[in-house]
């Protein structure tokens, strides 16, 4: 193998700049020409494709996003989108991919070398922190220092104003990011979906808290809650609390942006170095994931349908902690 190329797809994470740099060094350091590939899938199919060089990702490792922009796309769903993808990769003599993304992004990547035996090494890019196969993905740290951020400061308005709460923050269906902002918040309820709670619930963790002098609250509602969102949490429970002060806050893309954390940093470098090391030794088809502190290998397949053992005991702590 002499030539790889690196990508990043789905949504941005950061950590995602410190994984390319890692990917285009370690690349050179290893005697391989790296490539990069914008906007993901879509810029395969159209050939956006360049050449890199070691002093193209300096000063890349403290910015959020992704220099090589990112992407979903319609195209390579289809038979003759994957095809051009691999006629643009054939003219520039690329034999295997670092792709950067999530459960879609690997999904296409195994499809890909399925259909065309391109050799692909994926690393885990998401802040919802959701796939199978390592203790935590690229951004992931970051965004839950963010969310505690907007927290600490809602919190400050929420206790001079004696006002309930309800921070909306995302991770899609999953509620890794909901359980860790909301106990290093300190919030005094988490809803997420992997526990069934319903509105009398609620309702009663409010009334409790007030029972023992809590005149405020902040509630964290991840954005897959099976009740819905926070603006239809509060409003349900409004109706019932009628005459508490009950806000909304949705923290939304904020959670995807900014400054990665040194631990996303470490982390994107790790990965990414062996991403690449992985290739040159043979491998495809898997994800390169951090296991108890050690560089863990997962096939496609798993990382795409099984589901990641949630940790029980944080739901415990927020209940124990809130009192």
Same mark, same amino acid.
């Given at each position: 193998?002499?030539?790889?190329a690196?990508?990043?797809s789905?949504?941005d994470?950061?950590?995602?700049?410190?994984?390319?740099?890692?990917v285009?060094?370690?690349?050179?350091?290893?005697?391989?020409?790296?490539?990069?590939?914008?906007?993901g899938?879509?810029?395969?199919i159209s050939?956006?494709?360049?050449?890199?060089?070691s002093?193209m990702v300096s000063?890349?490792?403290?910015?959020?996003?992704?220099?090589l922009k990112?992407?979903?796309?319609?195209?390579?769903?289809t038979?003759?989108?994957?095809?051009?993808?691999?006629?643009?990769?054939?003219?520039h003599?690329?034999?295997?991919?670092?792709?950067?993304?999530?459960n879609?992004?690997?999904?296409?990547?195994?499809?890909f070398?399925?259909?065309?035996?391109?050799?692909?090494?994926?690393?885990?890019g998401?802040?919802?922190?959701d796939?199978?196969?390592?203790? $935590?993905?690229?951004?992931?740290?970051?965004a839950?220092n963010? $969310?505690i951020?907007?927290?600490?400061?809602?919190?400050?308005? $929420?206790g001079?104003?004696d006002?309930?709460?309800?921070?909306?923050?995302m991770?899609?269906?999953?509620?890794?990011?909901?359980i860790?902002?909301?106990?290093g918040?300190?919030?005094e309820?988490?809803?997420?979906?992997?526990?069934?709670?319903?509105?009398?619930d609620?309702?009663?963790?409010?009334?409790?808290?007030?029972?023992?002098a809590?005149?405020?609250s902040?509630?964290?509602?991840?954005e897959?809650e099976?009740?819905?969102?926070a603006?239809?949490? $509060?409003h349900?429970?409004?109706?019932?609390?009628?005459?508490m002060?009950i806000?909304?806050?949705?923290?939304?893309?904020?959670?995807?942006?900014?400054?990665?954390?040194?631990m996303?940093?470490?982390?994107?470098?790790?990965?990414?170095?062996?991403?690449?090391?992985a290739?040159?030794?043979?491998?495809?088809?898997?994800?390169?994931?951090i296991l108890n502190h050690?560089?863990?290998?997962?096939?496609?397949?798993?990382?795409?349908?099984?589901?990641?053992?949630?940790?029980?005991?944080?739901?415990?702590?927020?209940e124990?902690?809130?009192i």
């Amino acid at each position: 193998m002499k030539k790889i190329a690196v990508f990043t797809s789905g949504g941005d994470a950061p950590g995602m700049n410190a994984c390319i740099r890692a990917v285009v060094r370690g690349a050179i350091y290893h005697g391989l020409e790296p490539y990069g590939i914008y906007r993901g899938y879509n810029g395969m199919i159209s050939g956006d494709i360049v050449k890199m060089n070691s002093h193209m990702v300096s000063n890349i490792l403290q910015i959020g996003g992704t220099i090589l922009k990112s992407a979903r796309s319609k195209k390579f769903r289809t038979q003759e989108g994957r095809q051009k993808a691999y006629d643009n990769l054939q003219k520039h003599g690329i034999e295997g991919l670092v792709a950067i993304g999530g459960n879609g992004t690997f999904t296409g990547a195994k499809l890909f070398h399925e259909e065309f035996g391109i050799p692909t090494v994926g690393v885990p890019g998401t802040i919802d922190n959701d796939l199978y196969g390592t203790n $935590a993905t690229l951004g992931f740290d970051t965004a839950v220092n963010t $969310a505690i951020d907007a927290i600490d400061k809602i919190r400050d308005t $929420a206790g001079s104003h004696d006002r309930i709460f309800f921070v909306e923050v995302m991770g899609r269906d999953a509620g890794y990011l909901g359980i860790r902002s909301g106990i290093g918040g300190g919030a005094e309820m988490v809803l997420i979906p992997e526990k069934k709670q319903t509105i009398e619930d609620v309702i009663s963790n409010i009334r409790e808290g007030h029972a023992r002098a809590k005149t405020s609250s902040i509630i964290v509602v991840a954005e897959g809650e099976h009740m819905g969102n926070a603006n239809s949490v $509060a409003h349900r429970v409004k109706e019932h609390l009628q005459d508490m002060d009950i806000r909304v806050t949705t923290l939304g893309h904020i959670q995807r942006g900014g400054a990665p954390t040194a631990m996303d940093r470490v982390r994107g470098s790790r990965m990414g170095l062996a991403a690449v090391e992985a290739l040159m030794a043979g491998k495809t088809d898997i994800m390169v994931g951090i296991l108890n502190h050690k560089i863990a290998y997962t096939p496609f397949e798993d990382t795409i349908t099984k589901k990641k053992p949630f940790q029980q005991d944080m739901l415990r702590m927020v209940e124990i902690l809130s009192i």
